[in-house]
T-cell receptor, first 113, second 116 residues
Framework: SQTIHQWPATLVQPVGSPLSLECTVE??????LYWYRQAAGRGLQLLFY??????ISSEVPQNLSASRPQDRQFILSSKKLLLSDSGFYLC???FGSGDNEQFFGPGTRLTVL | AQSVTQLDSHVSVSEGTPVLLRCNYS??????LFWYVQHPNKGLQLLLK??????LVKGINGFEAEFKKSETSFHLTKPSAHMSDAAEYFC??????????????FGGGTRLMVKP
């Protein structure tokens, strides 16, 4: 069976500091991978998706970047955090074909002070 | 293009009474439709999905949803609410096979509150 991991679970960072959130998937090969952000009391916003190693598509211009250095690893980064980067970050994956159902990780709660 | 509208941002029911969470969608092609549930500070869990088979879809925890093409609706129901059902629910659409990256479009969410 497949599992998805995210870490850290929670993070408190000062404004202007760098960020690195990691997501890994086990039990499958060549998944599509996704990063979402969920601001307080709001729905999900797709930030990035990847259909393969080194292939990153950005959905919205912002202070963040993503990388996929390995098939089942997806990293969300920032060089300098802003207050507005606070939120709940969710990683997800799917098989890349079929029903498009996505499987979500447990999330990372980021607070920028 | 695809879009999803969840008609109620908050729904409050008493324990043991029926639940109805409303969702309307727009899609240019044959859609896949999903309902996800999110408990506080947790990831999203799939409740059920519609993928062009039976229009009445049964999911986990006693939830079900009916795909009505003529009404472009995919409402989520449960006959009897339980306290543990209190959570945020998202209706989601995807254009099957026409969607590079297999991306999903999320509704704004409905917060379900269950009173004892």
């Amino acid at each position: 069976s497949q599992t998805i991991h995210q870490w850290p679970a929670t993070l408190v960072q000062p404004v202007g500091s760098p960020l690195s959130l990691e997501c890994t998937v086990e039990g499958t090969s060549n998944p599509n991978l996704y990063w979402y952000r969920q601001a307080a009391g709001r729905g999900l916003q797709l930030l990035f998706y990847s259909v393969g190693i080194g292939q990153i598509s950005s959905e919205v211009p912002q202070n963040l970047s993503a990388s996929r250095p390995q098939d089942r690893q997806f990293i969300l980064s920032s060089k300098k955090l802003l207050l507005s980067d606070s939120g709940f970050y969710l990683c997800a994956w799917n098989f890349g074909s079929g029903d498009n159902e996505q499987f979500f990780g447990p999330g990372t709660r980021l607070t920028v002070l | 293009a695809q879009s999803v509208t969840q008609l109620d941002s908050h729904v409050s029911v008493s324990e043991g009474t029926p639940v109805l969470l409303r969702c309307n969608y727009s899609s240019s092609y044959s859609p896949s439709l999903f309902w996800y549930v999110q408990h506080p500070n947790k990831g999203l869990q799939l409740l059920l999905k519609y993928t062009s088979a039976a229009t009445l879809v049964k999911g986990i925890n006693g939830f079900e949803a009916e795909f009505k093409k003529s009404e472009t609706s995919f409402h989520l129901t449960k006959p009897s609410a339980h306290m543990s059902d209190a959570a945020e629910y998202f209706c989601v659409v995807s254009d099957r096979g026409r969607n590079a990256g297999n991306m999903l479009t999320f509704g704004g969410g409905t917060r379900l509150m269950v009173k004892p």
